[in-house]
T-cell receptor, first 110, second 114 residues
Framework: SQQGEEDPQALSIQEGENATMNCSYK?????LQWYRQNSGRGLVHLIL?????REKHSGRLRVTLDTSKKSSSLLITASRAADTASYFC??????????FGKGITLSVRP | EAQVTQNPRYLITVTGKKLTVTCSQN?????MSWYRQDPGLGLRQIYY???????DKGDVPEGYKVSRKEKRNFPLILESPSPNQTSLYFC?????????????FGPGTRLTVL
């Protein structure tokens, strides 16, 4: 079953703008991870946030986690054309499996 | 270089012809898994393995088999492929015996079953 659901499904922004992507999940989690996928290629891990953390940064990435709302957001600041990709959230729960959402397609226009 | 490799990268086959997609990792990871990716459905786990000789079903195991005889290899076997198994397949591995940690993905295998 799909645990994570991203929102929006597609996002188009201008280079230099910030991109915000949201993810909601249904059951309690151990951690939540975000991945990037360039067209048809393998997924690349971006950042992991644990259930007892509220915010985490990595370069131009900022991830927040609100366990009371069962949601997470990924912010990419000062976007670049190279950020064009699909982004997936994935959560791990009590069953210790990783469950992916359907993904968000981000287009960054030069 | 730490990596997960898959072979073949592209495969076109016919219904019923048994095939194997290989997956190998060089990071000494315990946990390995197979996913399929279909448009509008995201990634769905087929099978996973927590260690050598330990495998279990994921969310969509029907029509697939796996084995884990060595730590580094985790082949995916389609005994009798059908057109609904046309998909993009990814192998992934991670340290530890659960999926809690960062996953390393292979480059993908695009399978078409005619």
């Amino acid at each position: 079953s799909q645990q994570g659901e991203e929102d929006p499904q597609a996002l188009s922004i201008q280079e230099g703008e910030n991109a915000t992507m949201n993810c909601s999940y249904k059951t309690s989690i151990n951690n939540l991870q975000w991945y990037r996928q360039n067209s048809g290629r393998g997924l690349v891990h971006l950042i992991l946030i644990r259930s007892n953390e509220r915010e985490k940064h990595s370069g131009r990435l900022r991830v927040t986690l609100d366990t009371s709302k069962k949601s997470s957001s990924l912010l990419i600041t000062a976007s670049r054309a190279a950020d064009t990709a699909s982004y997936f959230c994935a959560s791990t729960g009590a069953n210790s499996k990783l469950t992916f959402g359907k993904g968000i397609t981000l287009s960054v226009r030069p | 270089e730490a990596q997960v490799t898959q072979n073949p990268r592209y495969l076109i086959t016919v219904t019923g012809k048994k095939l194997t997609v290989t997956c190998s990792q060089n990071m000494n990871h315990e946990y390995m898994s197979w996913y399929r990716q279909d448009p509008g459905l995201g990634l769905r786990q087929i099978y996973y393995s927590m260690n050598v000789e330990v495998t279990d079903k994921g969310d969509v195991p029907e029509g697939y088999k796996v084995s884990r005889k060595e730590k580094r290899n985790f082949p995916l076997i389609l005994e009798s492929p059908s057109p609904n198994q046309t998909s993009l397949y990814f192998c992934a591995s991670t340290s530890g015996t659960t999926a809690y940690n960062e996953q390393f993905f292979g480059p993908g295998t695009r399978l078409t079953v005619l």
